[in-house]
């Protein structure tokens, strides 16, 4: 076997480690044992909420990676993170919406209502079911060029993901920590400087 296969599977099997962490709180919930839901409503954002977070700038990485080095091994885990990114991030939205308890009043609606930055999380999940329904070859053959229009709304979802994160953290921790990777993964995707650095690539510049 090449040794990309094996770094392409080794950074997949690196996706079912929220779902690994997560296997103990979940089986004692379903097993009824005390405090096991509220263990849920405190961990799902640390475990799930971050893991999406990472799994989606690995995604977000891909392409300016490619730029950078020229490597093409690595192409095909945009699709899987991407996909990875949708089901981890809605086992959040879901844990979150169905563990909290009397935090927040008015059922699952009034607790996602009532706090805007849980607003911008559920928008941002809500925004990757297309993209997650369309990540497929034959998706993306029935669609044709509407394919790619469709998925820019990744762009979309990443400024709403900078949202959520300001709103919940400020000016401060993981929101400035995104803002500092976003920089430099933007900037690689703007025509000029890609096309710019893909020729220095090229010409050992």
């Not at 839901?37 to 990676?65: R, Y």
């Not at 709403?160 to 994160?165: F, G, R």
């Not at 995104?178 to 690539?201: D, E, K, M, N």
């Amino acid at each position: 076997i090449q040794a990309t296969t094996l770094a392409r599977w080794f950074f997949r099997a690196l996706l079912i480690t929220p779902f690994v962490l997560m296997g103990p709180e979940l089986i004692s919930a379903l097993m009824g044992r005390p405090n096991a839901v509220a263990n849920i409503s405190t961990s799902t954002a640390d475990v799930f909420g971050t893991s999406s977070l990472l799994i989606f700038v690995m995604m977000l990485t891909v392409t300016p990676l490619h730029t950078v080095t020229g490597w093409t091994w690595h192409i095909p885990l945009r699709r899987t993170y991407g996909v990875a990114m949708f089901v981890t991030a809605t086992a959040d939205l879901l844990l979150a919406a169905t563990t909290t308890g009397d935090t927040f009043s008015g059922g699952v609606l009034g607790r996602i209502g009532g706090h805007t930055f849980l607003v911008a999380g559920t928008l941002a999940v809500l925004l990757l079911f297309p993209l997650a329904l369309t990540s497929f070859r034959r998706s993306h053959r029935w669609l044709g060029g509407y394919w790619k229009r469709l998925h820019r709304l990744v762009f979309v979802i990443w400024a709403i993901i900078l949202i959520h994160l300001l709103f919940l953290f400020g000016f401060r921790g993981i929101f400035l920590d995104a803002l500092t990777l976003s920089v430099p993964l933007a900037l690689l995707r703007i025509p000029p400087v890609r096309r710019w650095w893909s020729s220095a690539r090229r010409n050992h510049r």
